[in-house]
């Protein structure tokens, strides 16, 4: 039996915490348009050691005008998808085959799940006369619709983070960020930026292959653990001068956690984003946050339950 090295700090399984909110960018609260973000986070419970979170944000212009909709569903697509895969995949210790099956089968069946919820949801819910007119002035006509101008409709970028005990998994679709906070505050960018995404631009959901497009990053996990991971739509990151700024909020978060409380965090994380798009991007902003609950004080976790 090999022995384990002692100068290697041993860590238990960590049980793991998600918080989060989505707030309506400042102008779309001028213009009276509903936020077009969305989250979803899993566990509902406490004492998991496992943590599943999405964030959604839909395009939102005059040819995605259902993409508050598409949005939604892309969270529950998500969930959905990657619960089942992490059931399955505790059926095998092989993490290199969890690998390959995360980056290889996952795209795809996240896209296609996606698209069958549009096709449902348009089926259940035909245009009305004002999104018709929205039809036309995107230069369509009902009659012209095909399955891809569908999904257009509901254009969306998807955000998931999925954490167990034996590895991580990250899925990028589009424009937002995924940031990693490592207990000495180091922040991490595991998934590499996209050149395209620039301005008004980004990959999309409705694309016709956008199972192609995805970005993955799968980091197996033996004895450390991250402390943070951050996930969140673009209005946030937009809503800083510099990328350094933005990642600043990483070790901020994880100081306030440390400091005061997760409490502190979920009593004033609304305000925080309101203010950002406020006074930065204008646009909606999504933030969900995973974190390790050993780095929250005694006395919280346990009147956490």
Request: proline fraction near 4%.
């Amino acid at each position: 039996m090999q022995k384990r090295n002692e100068s290697i700090p041993y860590m238990s399984i960590p049980e793991w915490g998600v918080i989060g909110d989505s707030v309506c960018g400042a102008s779309h609260f001028r213009t009276n348009k509903a936020n077009q973000d969305a989250i979803k986070w899993l566990p509902l419970e406490s004492h998991a050691t496992y943590a599943l979170l999405s964030v959604s944000d839909g395009h939102g212009g005059a040819a995605s005008f259902r993409s508050a909709t598409g949005s939604r569903l892309a969270v529950e697509v998500a969930t959905d998808v990657l619960s089942e895969f992490m059931i399955t995949a505790r059926e095998t210790k092989n993490l290199s085959l969890i690998k390959s099956i995360a980056e290889e089968k996952l795209p795809l069946a996240l896209h296609r799940q996606w698209q069958q919820k549009i096709y449902e949801h348009l089926l259940k819910h035909p245009l009305l006369k004002d999104e018709l007119l929205l039809l036309k002035q995107a230069g369509l006509d009902e009659g012209d619709l095909d399955l891809d101008s569908c999904t257009a409709i509901y254009g969306s970028t998807l955000l998931s983070a999925l954490v167990t005990p034996s590895y991580a998994l990250l899925l990028q679709l589009g424009d937002g960020s995924i940031l990693i906070v490592t207990d000495e505050g180091e922040v991490q960018k595991p998934l590499p930026g996209d050149p395209r995404l620039f301005a008004e631009e980004t990959t999309s959901l409705s694309m016709h292959e956008a199972w192609k497009e995805f970005q993955t990053c799968f980091q197996v996990l033996s004895n450390k653990y991250p402390t943070l991971l951050l996930v969140s739509t673009d209005g946030y990151i937009n809503s800083f001068p510099r990328d350094d700024d933005f990642h600043r909020v990483g070790c901020d978060i994880l100081n306030i956690i440390r400091t005061r409380g997760i409490e502190d965090i979920k009593n004033n994380l609304s305000t925080w984003l309101t203010e950002a798009s406020h006074l930065g991007s204008g646009d909606d902003i999504t933030l969900g946050i995973v974190y390790r609950k050993d780095i929250v004080h005694n006395n919280q976790i346990e009147a956490e339950g």
